[in-house]
T-cell receptor, first 115, second 112 residues
């Protein structure tokens, strides 16, 4: 089954404790991206990747890191989480063919709480 | 002017009604436009791409107005299952760039 898999689904942590949210897709998509969703603010893009070893900042990259060492994986790293990073996070992927970026396939989301 | 704007609603409509949402965008060079549907705290799912010529999929019709810089979504014969938040997505740089901008969404509630 074609899918984007995020783990964990829920995560509670404390300020300053490094964490990684994993994202994997089995559709051979070139494009992958991370978003956070907060009430009243909608979905905001954190980072995106157009292909292996190519990453770019989105609108809210501060406090986050990503890597794209393999095509299928795009982990989101919070080196020193803070309470303002408490949010619902989504990973997404897409093919890149002509205007194909935007037909996104999303993971089920990760609800992160930083205490 | 914000990059992508939507009326947050909620739009409360009876079953069978026709409802329309608009989404305005600020970057006139934008090339790619989409409508996504999101149920409460679930992942967004693609509803429709929006083409210059407009497109229709069953009860759903999407239109693009480049002159006025907005896209629209029309839902005919609303069903209870259409209740959701509808997100407008714009790629301001065209399909070859990855910086996608989401609207904050329009909430639709269809009542019996």
């Amino acid at each position: 089954e074609a899918q984007v898999t995020q783990n964990p689904r829920y995560l509670i942590t404390v300020t300053g404790k490094k964490l990684t949210v994993t994202c994997s897709q089995n559709m051979n998509h070139e494009y992958m991206s991370w978003y956070r969703q907060d009430p009243g603010l909608g979905l905001r893009q954190i980072y995106y990747s157009m292909n292996v070893e190519v990453t770019d900042k989105g609108d809210v990259p501060e406090g986050y890191k990503v890597s794209r060492k393999e095509k299928r994986n795009f982990p989101l790293i919070l080196e020193s989480p803070s309470p303002n990073q408490t949010s619902l996070y989504f990973c997404a992927s897409s093919l890149i063919t002509g205007k194909a970026v935007g037909k996104l396939f999303f993971g089920s989301g990760t609800q992160l709480s930083v205490l | 002017r914000k990059e992508v704007e939507q009326d947050p609603g909620p739009f409360n409509v009876p079953e069978g009604a026709t409802v329309a949402f608009n989404c305005t965008y600020s970057n006139s060079a934008s090339q790619s436009f989409f409508w996504y549907r999101q149920d409460c705290r679930k992942e967004p799912k693609l509803l429709m791409s929006v083409y210059s010529s407009g497109n229709e999929d069953g009860r759903f019709t999407a239109q693009l107005n480049r002159a006025s810089q907005y896209i629209s979504l029309l839902i005919r014969d609303s069903k209870l299952s259409d209740s959701a938040t509808y997100l407008c997505v714009v790629n301001p740089s065209g399909g070859s760039q990855g910086n996608l901008i989401f609207g904050k969404g329009t909430k639709l509630s269809v009542k019996p």
